[in-house]
């Protein structure tokens, strides 16, 4: 059955992907991947909304074969799949960026500064990587430039879709309140780490603002929006979709602005809800 002909008028599912689609061990089970493909054919438009940059969802094209848009960056990139093409994106600029730095560490000193630009990164020597940044090869087989490490002038000279602060010490929470307090309104800031890492981009970028840029450029209105989440990240999404999950292994914040809650990551929520919309 086509969910938008069903009862609930669904015509979308927005959902996040590590720790929400992704199991722990970031891999996509039969059971999603076949979920997938049957909400494709049952004409749901899938979205996957993430706070990867554009390099780092081709991975997850071959794992899944999604090959529609995603919002990346937070809400900072609009990405089609097929095309491997950025449609969109928001960026903060450089004299934003160094004075958002400037603030940043004047109130936290041992706050480590890295700039994603959507097609590359660069960081400050100090800041130390806790996963591999890039693939070495997109889907085509071309290399991937290696991250550029610098002096925060070099790294902050160009635009970016996010400024990463990180305070390897800090409780995750406390740092994103504290911050928020200093970055006020000139940035939106937010975090999906288990430790202190901030993710900053331009003002009033969000998660909900990248996925309603997407639903009106296919007709599609908040109501008729499925999203599922587990971090403080999806909380913008959460909210503003008219049908919004948390998976069980979920983050307090998106669990409180959730309307419901799933299954976990591991559990394949998302195919438990997929199959469930697929039903009427």
């Given amino acids: 059955m086509n969910p938008a002909t069903a009862g609930n008028s669904i015509r979308m599912l927005a959902t996040d992907l590590d ?100 097609h590359g990164f660069a960081a400050e020597p100090g800041y130390v990587h806790d996963w591999q940044i890039n693939p070495r090869a997109d889907r085509q087989g071309r290399p991937i430039p290696p991250p550029v490490v610098g002096e925060l002038t070099e790294i902050l000279a160009q635009p970016a879709v996010k400024l990463l602060a990180k305070d390897r010490g800090a409780d995750a929470d406390d740092f994103l309140t504290l911050a928020g307090d200093v970055i006020g309104e000139r940035a939106s800031v937010t975090h999906s780490s288990s430790f202190g890492l901030l993710e900053i981009g331009a003002p009033g970028v969000t998660k909900a603002s990248g996925l309603a840029d997407l639903a009106g450029s296919h007709g599609i209105s908040a109501a008729q929006i499925v999203a599922v989440g587990d971090m403080p990240n999806d909380v913008p999404m959460l909210v503003w979709a008219g049908t919004s999950y948390a998976v069980a292994n979920a983050h307090p914040a998106a669990v409180a602005a959730a309307g419901a809650v799933l299954g976990s990551n591991d559990e394949d929520a998302v195919a438990v809800l997929i199959e469930s919309l697929l039903a009427g």
């Fill in 19 to 118: 720790g929400t689609l992704l199991r722990s061990d970031g891999t996509v089970s039969d059971r999603t991947r076949a979920a997938l493909r049957a909400a494709d054919d049952a004409g749901l438009l899938i979205a996957f909304v993430t706070g990867r940059p554009p390099r780092w969802l081709d991975e997850v094209i071959e794992t899944t074969g999604h090959l529609g848009v995603a919002v990346g960056a937070n809400g900072a990139v609009l990405y089609d799949l097929a095309r491997e093409l950025v449609l969109r994106a928001h960026f903060l600029q450089p004299p934003a960026l160094a004075e958002l730095a400037r603030d940043l560490r004047a109130a936290f000193p041992d706050v480590q500064f890295a700039a994603e630009y959507g």
